[in-house]
């Protein structure tokens, strides 16, 4: 028996409805947020590293629907003069392309971040940044099907599909602004692990400030998204173990998300001190849950500057019946100087 082309479209429909539904954010988003600084933040533009460059991609709702696919790619440096080291400006780049559904509906940004960093102690330093760029939205009409052609329960995509025209692309300006708070204090030495290193901010996105619809005559805006989120990252005393807690909470209109959990860090091997040959190394494994929606399982293996990581949400929202519990893969790889292995203030921290 032939399945209706009517039903077919009709449960399409629903999971559409039931992603939407549960979709706790407008913008794009990644569950490995700390591989994110500047996407969640400007004011974390070379806020802790003197250089930072991430790549990441992610791939959702490959269970039932086209894929969901996200790549990104951020780079940014402290830019200061020797004679200033304590206050500095820091420069950032980012760039992400999101394609999503049937219809390739898609968003392209480049964006560029400038902060300015205070040292406010011995220990801490203070970071406000600005974000400004363009982006642009796109969409392919030619692989969507509509009620009208269907003739006889046979498609026909020479048939007129009834649906008023709209424009296929359209580009905007964007803007975003943050503060952020860095503290780190280092172990007395590296076998005593007493470290502790801490992130908290705040920041805004978009001020309603870009259109967001494909049809020139609407007026309608994208909502300004408030992001606030903060990590501690503490060693277990005379051991190789440290803990990472996170949060990470998201406002945009009526949509929000929050993400809170942990990351275990076993240090598998230390630098040698002196001649350098030996590098550091370290696996973590994270547990995160993003309420209402998923749990986030992560593994991160870092070698001295390199780092990669790779995360899976097990969906599980009102959409598991349909998603089978399967939610997205991501990656992350980045490069960072100082090492995070460096086991002096100065090297970390400053």
């Known amino acids: 028996m032939k399945t209706s082309p009517y039903k077919i479209s009709f449960l399409t429909l629903i999971m559409i409805v039931l992603i939407a539904s549960n979709s706790k954010a407008q913008d794009i988003h990644f569950s490995q947020f700390k591989e994110t600084p500047m996407l969640i933040n400007p004011g974390q533009t070379a806020l802790v590293k003197d250089v930072r460059i991430i790549l990441n991609y992610k791939d959702q709702w490959r269970s039932f629907v086209s894929p969901y696919k996200t790549f990104a790619f951020s780079g940014e440096i402290k830019a200061t003069k020797k004679k200033n080291k304590d206050n500095y400006v820091g420069l950032g780049l980012q760039l992400f392309s999101d394609k999503a559904g049937d219809s390739q509906m898609g968003t392209m940004l480049a964006a560029l971040n400038v902060s300015g960093v205070i040292k406010v102690s011995d220990y801490s330093k203070l970071g406000i940044g600005i974000m400004a760029g363009a982006g ?204 995070p292995f460096s086991n002096t203030s100065k090297a970390r921290f400053n």
């Open 136 to 339: 642009q939205h796109t969409v392919s009409y030619t692989s969507l099907q509509w009620e009208s052609q269907y003739v006889s329960n046979a498609y026909n995509a020479a048939s007129p599909s009834g649906e008023t025209q709209t424009s296929s692309s359209y580009i905007y300006p964007d803007a975003g602004a943050g503060i952020a708070w860095s503290y780190g204090k280092e172990q007395m030495y590296i076998s005593a692990n007493n470290g502790v290193h801490a992130t908290v901010g705040l920041s805004a996105f978009h001020f309603g400030l870009p259109n967001y619809t494909f049809y020139k005559q609407s007026n309608e805006k994208l909502n300004t998204k408030f992001v606030a989120h903060g990590s501690v990252e503490f060693g277990v005393k005379n051991s190789n173990l440290l803990l990472a807690p996170q949060f990470l909470y998201t406002r945009q209109g009526r949509q929000q998300e929050i993400i809170v959990g942990n990351v275990f860090k076993y240090i598998l091997q230390e630098e040698s001190k002196y001649t350098f040959i030996k590098k550091a190394s370290a696996i973590s494994i994270g547990v995160d849950l993003r309420l209402g929606d998923a749990m986030i399982t992560s593994v991160m293996y870092e070698y001295s500057y390199y780092a990669l990581g790779i995360s899976y949400d097990l969906n599980v929202s009102k959409l598991k019946a349909a998603s089978y519990f399967r939610g997205g893969l991501e990656l992350a790889i980045h490069f960072t100087t100082p090492s």
